[in-house]
């Protein structure tokens, strides 16, 4: 789905926990590099918040990961044209 298409400056969330990197699943970050023709992307941890300064902006972390280790972070409403059809069992 193009909605979901990872880019340059998207916020995004873990999906797994990296013990390696002190990095807990649902830790966001910020995709700062598009690595290997989007096969991974460099995202950088921070200690700020969606522009605002909660600590000094800075970076604590800045790792390199596959697209299924991150999900991007929507912070407006999905047109009902988006919206994927809900499937019920």
Known sequence: MST????LLDIV???IYLP???LLRGQVGTIV???ADGAAF???FSDACGGLRLRNGQTYESVGLRPE???ILH???ASPSSVPEMVTA
């Open 42 to 44: 460099e995202v950088e």
């Open 4 to 7: 979901n298409t990872l880019k």
């Open 20 to 22: 390696e990197y002190n």
């Open 69 to 71: 280790q991150i999900m």
């Open 33 to 35: 590099e598009i690595l």
């Open 75 to 77: 912070f407006e409403p």
């Open 13 to 15: 969330a873990l999906t």
